[in-house]
Structures are given as C-alpha cells and as structure tokens.
C-alpha cells in the first residue's frame, strides 16, 4: 500500500481524486462499502515492510502459453527469484502473446527443445489437462523441477503414471498446482479445524457458480476443436475435476478425510452447442464416518459465486474468496477470543473473522478487528512454495553429488529428507493424485448420473 | 624408461608408500552436524546431514579396537567439508540471511583440513571411544585459522572411524558479520559466539 494510510476521507469522487493517485484507497472504499472518517495514524513501530529474504534463482520455462500459462508468467514474473528463460507452445499466437509477457525467454514452439535447453532448471505444465502426462514423463526425465496443473490427469491411469514417475525422480521437485496447499489463510485454518473448533463434523458443501460458456472461439476447424478441449468428455474431466477439484481438496484435507462413494448428477442445459460435458452438475459424496458432502456447480447461473461450508456440531465455517469466517452453535463451548474477533454480518447469521495474521496486524498497531488488507492469490503462494522447494532439491543433489556418489539413489533420498523441514507447503505427487482420483470419479458420475463406490486400489501408487 | 630394475624399485616404494596411508570416506548417511546460535529474540539451531571429506591415516594410527591403543601424535591428512548451504534452520528467511552473511557465492564450503590427532591416554576398555585432540586449520567464508577440537573417536571394527566433538567459534573471528536483519517485528541482532556439534562417520574406501 502506498503510504498515504489505508483509510482516506472520501468526500466526494470525481475524477480528479482517481486520477490524482488516490484511486486504489478509493476505489477499495468503494468496493467494501466502508468509508472512515479520518485518515488511520500510520503505525510508528512498522514503518515500509522490509524486504522478505528469497533464496537464489530457479530458472523457469512454461509449457503451455493459454490463458492459464500466461497467468503462471504473470505469477513467476511477480516473484524476485523466478527468472522465465524459456516459453513454449505450439501454436504461434499463443506463444507471441507470451514473448509479449516475457520477451527475454526463449520462444520454443516444441516442448523437446525447451527441455534440452540446459538453462531450464523448473518446468510450469499449463497445458489441456489431457496432454499433461507426456509432458511430465519427459520434463521429468530431462532432470528438471516439475510444477504440473491441477487436475494431474482426465484419467486416473494417467494421473497414477505421473505420480508414480514424481516419486520416482528423486532429483526433481514435484508440485501438483493444488495451490490452496500454500496458501496461508488456508494453512492458518488447518490446525484451528483439526482441533475440533467446529465440533464432531457433520456435512460439508462446496459451490461455484458462473455464467460462462467455457467455449473459446478460434478461427479454424481443426484449433476449434483443440482449444475446447474442455467440452469434450474424452479430453475433459469436467467442472469437477478442473474446477471443483481444489474446492474438494481443501475440504478432504481439512477433514483429513477421503470419499467412500460419490453419486452425480450432470445435465447440460444452458449451453447445447453439442457438447458432451455438462453445464450443471451436482455431486454428493459419502465418507465412512458416517459424514455427506454436495459439491454443486453451473455455468449456467453466477449468484452467490464461490464457496466452502463446513458444519459441524459447534460451528459451521465459510470460506470465501481467502477469508473465513466461523459461525457458532448459540450451545457450543466458548473458545474466549471470541469476544476480541472482528465480526461481520451474513444477512441474520453473525460471523466470526477467522484472520490469518491477526497477531500480526496487532504488533503492528493495527487492530485485530479491522478489515483485513488485501493478500496474495493463492496462485503467488503456490508458485513461492516452488521455487523455494525446487532451489531446496537442487541444492541438496548438487550437495551430495559434490560429497558422494550420485547414483546410491537411497542415500540420496535419505539425505533429501532431511531437508525436508526447510520445505514450503505445497501440495506433491501424493496430494495431487488423490484429489485427481476423487475428481475424475465424481465426474465420471456426473457423467453417467451413477453412484460409484471408491475402491481403495484406485489410490494405490504401487512405487517399485 | 630404460632400467627395468629401477623401474620396478620405484614402483614397489610407491606401491609401499601408497599402501601405507589408509583412506577413511565419508559416508553418505549417519552424519550431522549442529550449530547453536543466540540473539537478542531468540536462540537458533541449524542443522545438516552432510559432512563429506575423507581422512587418511598411516599404519601406526589405531583403528582396530581390539589392539591396545597406544598414546602419542600421529600425522594424519584430513578434509572434513560441509556445504554452507545444507546447514538449514528449518525457516527459509533465517537460511537465507544466514548463507548470505557466510558469503556462500564466495566460499561455498567450511573446510577443516586435520594436520595431527594427537591421543592422550588410551580408553579404559579396548573398544571404547577414544579421547582425541584434532589440530588442523578450520576454513569458513574463505577465512582460515588454526583449531584444535577436542573430539571422541569410535571404531566398530577396522572399516569404521567415528569422529564426534565439539567446539566454539567466534563469527568475527572468521570476518563474519553477526548477521542483524530487518523483520517485521523489529531488529534481530546475533550473537557472535556459535557452538558447532557434529558427529561425523567415515568409512574404510576400498582400494
């Protein structure tokens, strides 16, 4: 923030306050509804925040230069020590629109060559999910770091083949882009949920709700066909397993739990242009413990957006657009902080802020109650967790390659694991392939509008 | 070469000389080595499995733990490397400030170079630990200064050597500065004095 003060006294908004730099704190004020009437002393203890410590550079080269590859490059090109040598992809509108993005990287229009470039140390994979195996079996082989887009696969042989290849290049960082897994305000709620604040957890639901038709125009054919790879069922795995994919990953990992059986519901009705994906779908999810979940999602229809809810016999507890909020049970035990939370009114429901860094907000002067600043996406935190794991690995083989002989791969292993305290959160081979599981069969019962039993073999790895 | 005589009588001193120097290895797991620091916050800790190096020791150099050892000083060549940057505190900010006060780009290892092992007293049992006093020259952040380590050495059979002990350093002595970074929560000054903890296996390098 600049260091005019969060809060401004907005009087009247004509164009001149928004040219004249006082836009952001205005146009925020406008955007929360809240308007301060005078300006927050400035803290005197925190001055500018300094300068956060990063470790050396990790060179990146992206795969993939669509919508989703050219967020990652936006993503790396925001972090100090994530240099992009390279960019790929093969098809040359794309990968201009990149070199716009990151005109110092070399544009390659074959993955092969890209991962023969021996200044490449990590590989970002953001192609259509369908084409992710090959390309993390070869990166994975060239020795690179391999940060791969969630969902890992659109089947689960496939998914299995890139974990267990993941597990198997010890010399290699592997990410699955799950990238809630890194972030802090999730991370913050971990061990608030698994302490039990909510109670005996009795059903969960998850949402997302958009008006979009998911069809990307194209001007011929054949790259039509290519570019909606996402519409048809042999290349999609569906509004679950691209979207609702990381909605049900943070809840199993909340919950520290995994489905027992999903029944789906899928139907296409806003969008019937010949698709074989649905438009709408609901999936209801059984677990063992005798808990339900209902994920429900359409492209239909935007109201009410993006959510995950929580009940449990305390407190039920939201999580929307990286924040949370608890709302308790009028009979639930009383935690005794309570009374010092920020609260926020949900229609007649009163929630309880659930503040990532409300300890720090405090040192710093400011009050735990007040509106929290914005943070970073999850996205930031995610690709910061790759580089920093990714430099871990590398120095770490580099370190015993220097001492030992490289090819005793179990002493390699055990030393990497020692590092492994140093390591950022962030979702690997294993959390990435479970949820992938997960999604491509509640898909797969959207699809057919069955009711499918998980079996345990399908979550087995089976590393030699 | 023309004298097949003085060849072989070469070859056959080199051959002596050669044989008589035993080569321990470093061994890829088993090692650790600790460092203890304080500041004005709070005490820190970092830690690393990987001491590489070897240490070379002639025929009078007791290894066998089933012969009476016998006191005295005994030249040894040693290089026990640690690689600055597998010292890690477990918080990537700290092993950032940390490597970089130790001008890792620079001197990316800390070097001890053993000259002598000199042994006091033998052990009150055959087979126990052996107190040993290491001489030699501890290198860190290109700078290299004279340091005697009081240190145990184990033996399981002839084909294990296991060093462990302990010493203090100063940061300064070795032109490091006290690293005093900026956090959010204020100034961290650190303390100068650090205490170093190892434990270091080596093993018989075969010929």
Redesign the interface.
């Known amino acids: 923030m600049n260091g005019r003060g969060y809060y401004q006294s907005v009087v009247s908004l004509d164009r001149r306050d928004f040219i004249a730099g006082g836009s952001t704190a205005a146009l925020l004020a406008l955007l929360q509804g809240k308007l301060s009437a005078q300006e927050k002393p400035k803290p005197a203890?925190?001055p500018e925040?300094?300068k956060?410590?990063?470790?050396p550079p990790v060179k990146c080269g992206v795969i993939g230069c669509g919508v989703w590859g050219r967020e990652l490059i936006n993503g790396l090109l925001r972090l100090p020590n994530a240099p992009i040598t390279a960019i790929c992809d093969h098809y040359p509108a794309f990968l201009n629109r990149a070199k716009n993005l990151a005109p110092n990287a070399k544009a390659y229009a074959s993955h092969a060559e890209l991962l023969a470039d021996k200044e490449v140390e990590a590989v970002l994979i953001a192609t259509p999910t369908h084409q992710h195996r090959a390309l993390v079996e070869a990166a994975l082989k060239a020795g690179k770091h391999v940060y791969c887009e969630a969902p890992l696969a659109h089947t689960i042989e496939e998914a299995r083949a890139i974990a267990k290849s993941a597990k198997a290049a010890v010399k290699s960082n592997f990410q699955s882009g799950l990238n809630l897994r890194s972030d802090p305000q999730r991370l913050f709620l971990l061990p608030f949920i698994r302490s039990g604040a909510m109670g005996a957890p009795l059903r969960t639901r998850a949402q997302r709700n958009k008006k979009e038709s998911w069809r990307r125009a194209s001007p011929n054919p054949e790259r039509e066909k290519e570019i909606n790879w996402r519409l048809d069922k042999l290349t999609s795995a569906g509004l679950i397993g691209e979207i609702g994919i990381h909605q049900l990953d943070l809840i199993h990992w909340m919950l520290s739990t995994r489905p027992a059986a999903v029944q789906g519901y899928g139907r296409t009705l806003q969008w019937k242009d010949g698709r074989t994906v649905p438009d709408t779908v609901h999936a209801i999810f059984e677990y063992a413990n005798g808990m339900t979940s209902s994920y429900e999602s359409t492209l239909g229809n935007s109201f009410d957006g993006e959510y995950e809810m929580m009940y449990g016999s305390d407190a039920a507890i939201m999580i929307r657009q990286n924040k949370a909020w608890m709302f308790k049970e009028v009979d639930s035990p009383l935690l005794g902080w309570e009374v010092y939370a920020r609260k926020d009114q949900f229609h007649k429901e009163t929630g309880i802020a659930l503040v990532a860094n409300a300890t720090?907000l405090v040192?710093?002067g400011e009050n735990a109650t007040d509106e929290v600043p914005p943070t970073q996406t999850p996205l930031h935190f995610a690709l910061e967790a790759f580089i920093?794991n990714s430099d871990i690995t590398g120095?770490?083989v580099r370190?015993?390659a220097?001492?030992?002989?490289i090819t005793?791969i179990k002493?390699?292993r055990?030393?990497i694991a020692?590092?492994a305290?140093?390591r950022?959160p962030a979702a690997g081979a294993d959390e990435g392939f479970e949820s992938a599981v997960v999604a491509i069969k509640a898909h797969e019962a959207t699809l057919n509008n069955s009711r499918i039993v998980f079996q345990d073999d399908w979550f087995k790895i089976a590393t030699s | 070469m023309k004298n097949p005589i003085l060849i072989s009588l070469f070859l056959t001193l080199v051959a002596i000389n050669t044989q008589a120097a035993t080569r321990y290895a470093?061994q890829?797991?088993g090692s650790k080595m600790r460092v203890d620091g304080t500041s004005n916050i709070h005490d820190w800790v970092v830690?690393s499995?990987?001491i590489?190096?070897w240490i070379e020791v002639d025929e009078k150099f007791p290894v066998d733990p089933a012969v009476t050892v016998v006191p005295g000083k005994f030249e040894v060549k040693a290089l026990v490397?640690i690689?600055v940057?597998?010292l890690?505190?477990?918080?990537?900010?700290m092993?950032?400030?940390m490597h970089?006060a130790m001008k890792f780009e620079k001197q990316p290892r800390i070097q001890y170079s053993i000259k002598t092992i000199a042994i006091k007293a033998a052990p009150a049992k055959a087979g126990d630990p052996v107190n040993v006093e290491a001489m030699g020259d501890l290198n860190v952040s290109g700078v290299s200064k004279p340091v005697t380590i009081n240190m145990t050495m184990q033996r399981t059979d002839k084909n294990e050597l296991i060093f462990t002990g302990q010493t203090a350093v100063k940061m300064t002595d070795f032109g490091i500065t006290p690293p005093q970074?900026?956090?959010?929560?204020?100034l961290i000054k650190t303390g100068d004095e650090v205490k170093l903890k190892f434990e270091w296996r080596t093993q018989r390098a075969e010929k």
């Not at chain 1, 956060?52 to 470790?55: E, F, L, N, S």
């Not at chain 1, 220097?402 to 002989?405: G, R």
């Open positions: 203890a925190a925040e300094p956060k410590p990063v470790g720090k040192a710093q920093a120095t770490a370190d015993f220097e001492n030992f002989d005793d002493a390699l055990e030393y020692t590092t305290k140093s950022m | 470093a890829p797991t830690e499995a990987l590489g190096g490397s690689s940057r597998s890690k505190s477990g918080k990537t900010a092993d950032v400030v970089e970074p900026k956090l959010a929560l204020g």
